[in-house]
């Protein structure tokens, strides 16, 4: 059967004389026996392609599928359809329609080393399990950052979430859609993929079960846009020049591991924003050089371990509607204002095992030099409150006598201040896992 595919193809340059290529490949699409591997030659194939068993369709360097700018470029309805090495490109635009280069119900589909580009949504899983997402380029409209709005900014309901509120935006910016987009669905692996200036990056919605590894993901609204998704681990991803590297809400048992969330700068830019996470674990990750690095709202039960949190204006927001996290091994380095809390902080805890965080700037005793300082480390927020009611306040940040506060309070805890207190901190960043 596989020769089979192979001796219809070679003839496609002679039989697609006086027709278009286009027309050729769907009458190869409609009659190879399922199973099939068609290697597609180089050429444009022009139309829209539908498959509806299982097939495998390899395209060599130059092959490339192009839309006429309706609908999806590419449908697979069947299972285990295999596309590979194509560009894909002129998808519809219909937000209503979800229209997609590369759009996905059938089950365990495998969507490899293509190109896309000038489509809404780049590849959009619809209720399909077990696909496998692997080294693509997903090119969006637009490859520089625009100003977007804060996720959580003031008269924003989380919820609204639902109902695709975070998703939209005027239509003079949003004819974007998602590079990669996962709706109701389970056991996927997106792994080694390169997303540019989409609406966001990755999204997932019902999603659980899947790995989501060794991306990289700038220039879009969310680097990772998440809700209703459990139980499922990101490693080794970048995300970065973003308005924030990752949204993630009203999701449990995740785990995020090895990946960085750096350089996402705007007024209002995060690194990674955790609204509504429960048991989950958020360990060895660099979160470096954003506005606002790490940001925690409305969460329980958080592991929060050998990250390096370093070079942002803010290092960790947390707020009081947060319980149960265990922050420890951490690395809190060159920020502006390491912590910013809400209140007391009181359901949390800032060291396990015996080991807290290493804060920059620290002058600590450690007499029976086992890495530990044989006194608390207090962190205060000096400017927490003030600072988001009145931005201009940060223009005292560094300055002599903030510095002043900052190092007596982190010695005597002086009364009044918020803040958190680290019981074991670390004398010595490199003990922290990098």
């Known amino acids: 059967m596989r020769l089979r595919g192979l001796l219809l193809f070679a003839a496609l340059p002679l039989a ?14 409609t009659e190879s026996a399922p199973g099939a591997v068609l290697n597609v030659p180089a050429g444009d194939y022009a139309g829209l392609f ?4 299982p097939l495998h369709l390899i395209g060599a360097p130059g092959a490339i599928l192009r839309g006429d700018g309706t609908g999806n470029v590419v449908t697979i309805r069947a299972a285990d359809v295999e596309l590979a090495g194509f560009l894909v490109r002129g998808s519809g635009r219909s937000l209503s329609d979800d229209n997609a280069a590369i759009h996905i119900s059938g089950a365990r589909a495998v969507i490899r080393d293509n190109r896309v ?4 949504h780049g590849i959009y899983v619809r209720k399909a399990d077990g696909c496998r997402i692997l080294r693509n380029v997903v090119l969006g409209d637009s490859a520089s950052r625009e100003t977007i709005d804060d996720p959580l900014r003031s008269g924003l309901n ?8 975070f998703c939209a935006e005027p239509l003079s910016q949003d004819r974007r859609g998602n590079g990669i987009h996962l709706w109701n669905s389970s ?42 998704s459990d139980d499922n681990e990101f490693d080794g991803n970048t995300f970065t020049e973003n308005a924030a590297g990752a949204a ?31 048991d989950t674990r958020i360990e060895s990750n660099r979160i470096e050089g954003n506005t606002l690095g790490l940001y925690i709202e409305n969460s329980n039960n ?18 009081d509607s947060t319980q149960g996290a265990r922050i420890f091994e951490n690395d809190f380095s060159g920020n502006i204002h390491p912590i910013d809390t809400s209140g007391t902080n009181s359901a949390n805890v800032w060291a396990a095992a015996g080991r807290g965080n290493h804060w920059d700037g620290e002058v600590a005793l450690d007499l029976n030099r086992d890495g530990i300082a044989d006194v608390p480390h207090h962190e205060p927020d000096l400017f927490g409150g003030w600072r988001r009611t009145f931005p201009a306040i940060g223009l005292l940040s560094a300055s002599p006598g903030e510095q002043l506060v900052r190092f007596i309070h982190r010695r005597i805890a002086l ?20």
């Open 187 to 228: 056991g996927h692996l997106i792994e080694g993929n390169i997303i540019r200036g989409t609406r966001d990056g990755v999204y997932f919605s019902f999603t659980k079960k899947t790995v989501v590894r060794g991306n990289r993901v700038e220039r879009v609204r969310y680097g990772l846009h998440y809700m209703y």
């Open 16 to 29: 697609g004389f006086g027709n278009p290529a286009g027309d050729v490949l769907r009458r190869q699409i």
């Open 50 to 53: 539908v498959i509806e068993k």
């Open 117 to 120: 580009l000038d489509m809404l």
């Open 302 to 319: 958080l592991s929060i371990s050998k990250n390096r949190v370093a070079g942002n204006y803010v290092g960790l927001r947390l707020s």
């Open 415 to 434: 009364p009044g201040i918020p803040g958190v207190t680290d019981p074991r901190p670390l004398i010595r960043a490199n003990e922290v896992a990098r």
């Open 248 to 278: 993630l809400m009203f999701s449990k048992r995740l785990v995020l591991r090895g990946n960085r969330f750096v350089s996402n700068r705007s007024q209002r830019a995060y690194g990674l924003l955790l609204q509504a996470i429960d």
């Open 158 to 165: 989380p919820a609204d979430a639902a109902s695709g509120e």
